[in-house]
């Protein structure tokens, strides 16, 4: 069963910066996408906002509301990603999902959330 772990959120001033970690564990199968989706304070679920992609090629994308803040990356040999996050925003504040796909499952399996607080 895959499982990701994340780690790195908590509470920041706007303007600086944090480190976001996912690992997958129990991966037996490549994995495909990687990404992050946030849900902002008092959002359903169905409201999650998509972030940043990565591709197994490295091939990024990012939603304008951070394109030039923040920067995704991947160490396939350890199934995990990261999300550098700078010049954070009061509104950046949310629960950060990670997410991995895996075609040959057919899956897009997610993290727990990470809290991310930013204040003015």
């Keep these: 069963q895959v499982q990701l772990v994340e780690s790195g959120g908590g509470l920041v001033q ?3 910066s944090l480190r976001l970690s996912c690992a997958a564990s129990g991966v037996t199968s490549t994995i495909n996408g990687m990404g992050w989706y946030r849900q902002a304070p008092g959002k359903q679920r169905e409201w ?9 090629g490295g ?3 990012y939603a304008d509301s951070v394109k030039g803040r ?12 990261y999300l550098q996050m700078n010049s ?3 509104e950046d ?4 999902y990670c997410y991995v796909d895996i075609r040959a ?13 930013v204040s003015s």
């Design 88 to 90: 954070l925003k009061l």
């Design 105 to 117: 499952e057919g899956k897009r399996y997610w993290g727990q959330g990470t809290q991310v607080t």
């Design 70 to 81: 923040f920067t995704i990356s991947r160490d396939n040999a350890k199934n995990t990603e």
């Design 14 to 16: 706007a303007g600086g």
């Design 48 to 56: 999650r906002e998509w972030v940043t992609t990565v591709t197994s």
């Design 59 to 61: 091939s990024t994308n």
């Design 93 to 96: 504040t949310g629960v950060y």
